[in-house]
């Protein structure tokens, strides 16, 4: 079921679904009976059917009131999957999942299922209205994993997992309600009664799984590469395969090249999750998570990582000077070359010259001249000519200060 905002904007058909099968079209008015439910507004057309907005005949409540496409209807097939949808759907209660309330056949033949009614919108909704930040899009694909493992205790596989099934009925933050709904085309896995034509089955190309497409055997392990594919595009904006050209393309995508990189669109995404990511959209369905709740735990953590690549930094101008270890946003990450910290070394000329007045101070006993450690780094001393010893004072040469320079020496 693509439901819309209940704010009566009209529904959407969903044309990603493949094959196409039947005109999934409006057939009854507003106003119309249909098994006792008063038709008040329509919701949204899909594959296999049309969905409304009715009044329940006995409850002062809305449902929402999913009938098959006559078309469909009149196929046998598909009457017997429709029917068994209800009946599976109605024996799951889960506070994540769409609970169904009844069955049955209208006058004119087409099948019906009455459910609960969402007042709200989808993920698919909220993505494309810039309403999805990761933290958000994380905890739905947490509760909707939550949903799929108590389906698949159940041997009940869903397989069209998608971001427009499922709803999200407002709440304060943080308690948003997430329900999975639409187990149209759900069906016991492994049961006796699957036949070949389970393979036609119409689920949403972009998000099946490889085994789904080859029509091989499925357990609730192609959910879980479905939900892999709803939070590739909840946290992208994008379907993982989303480059490939038509549905062969994307087929041959789905069973044959190695999964997307989820970070090499989206900034945040770390290698860790790249690795989470992987393993959930495994080709062999041995090699992915073995539940739902198992991936997505590991995707909330992996995705409170650092990520690959920090966002790109401006260069600074040459004319503009920059506090070295300081950031210029919080956004940037601190970078820090550890250095070595050199030692002065004393000048060999002013080692020497210590050495010197030391011995010169002994042999000449006490006297009141100080030397000015100043003039250690420069190889002057300062003292009147008087106090040199005569061959110094002889030998030595007038500096324009009036001090002997030792290099005359």
């Known amino acids: 079921m693509n439901t819309e905002t209940a704010s009566g904007t009209p529904g959407r058909t969903d044309r990603s679904t493949i094959p196409p099968v039947g005109d999934a079209v409006s057939v009854f008015k507003v106003g119309s009976l249909v098994g006792g439910y008063r038709i008040e507004r329509l919701v949204a057309t899909g594959a296999t059917g049309t969905v409304y907005v009715a009044k329940n005949p006995t409850l002062p409540r809305r449902d929402a009131l999913k009938v098959l496409s006559p078309d469909l209807s009149r196929d046998p097939a598909f009457r017997e999957r429709f029917v068994r949808e209800a009946d599976i759907a109605s024996l799951l209660n889960h506070p994540n999942i769409v609970s169904i309330y009844s069955r049955g056949e209208a006058d004119n033949g087409q099948l019906w299922?009455?459910?609960?009614?969402?007042?709200?919108?989808?993920?698919?909704?909220?993505?494309?209205a810039g309403t999805m930040p990761a933290s958000r899009a994380l905890r739905i694909v947490s509760e909707v994993a939550k949903a799929l493992d108590y389906a698949h205790q159940r041997d009940v596989v869903h397989h069209d997992v998608k971001p427009a099934n499922i709803l999200l009925a407002p709440s304060p933050p943080g308690e948003e309600q997430v329900l999975l709904s639409d187990f149209g085309v759900a069906t016991a896995a492994g049961g006796a009664d699957d036949s070949d034509d389970d393979a036609t089955l119409a689920v949403t190309l972009a998000y099946a799984a490889p085994e789904v497409i080859t029509g091989g055997a499925v357990?609730?392990?192609?959910?879980?590469?479905?939900?892999?594919?709803?939070?590739?595009?909840?946290?992208?904006?994008?379907?993982p395969f989303h480059s490939a050209e038509g549905t062969t393309a994307l087929a041959l995508a789905h069973l044959h090249q190695p999964p997307p990189s989820i970070s090499e669109h989206s900034p945040v995404a770390s290698p860790q999750l790249d690795a989470v990511m992987a393993r959930a959209l495994a080709k062999n369905p041995a090699d992915r998570y073995g539940s739902a709740r198992e991936f997505a735990a590991a995707a909330a953590e992996a995705a409170t990582l650092t990520p690959r690549r920090a966002p790109a930094v401006s260069p600074v101008p040459r004319d503009q000077s920059r506090t070295p270890g300081f950031r210029s946003s919080f956004d940037e990450p601190i970078s820090v070359t550890p250095t070595m910290r050199r030692r002065t070394k004393p000048s060999p000329v002013v080692i020497l010259w210590a050495v010197f007045a030391s011995?010169?101070?002994?042999?000449?006993?006490?006297?009141?001249?100080?030397?000015?450690?100043s003039d250690h780094a420069t190889g002057h001393i300062s003292k009147p000519d008087d106090e040199w010893p005569p061959r110094h004072r002889q030998h030595g040469r007038r500096s324009p200060a009036g001090s002997t320079s030792l290099t005359s020496w």
Not at 113 to 125: F, K, L, R, S
Not at 229 to 238: D, E, I, M, Q
Not at 361 to 372: A, D, E, F, V
Request: glycine share 8%.
């Open 113 to 128: 299922i009455a459910m609960q009614y969402i007042e709200g919108t989808d993920a698919e909704a909220a993505l494309q």
């Open 219 to 239: 357990d609730g392990r192609a959910d879980i590469y479905s939900l892999a594919c709803t939070l590739f595009r909840l946290l992208t904006g994008k379907q």
């Open 359 to 373: 011995l010169h101070r002994s042999c000449r006993g006490p006297h009141t001249n100080k030397i000015n450690p």
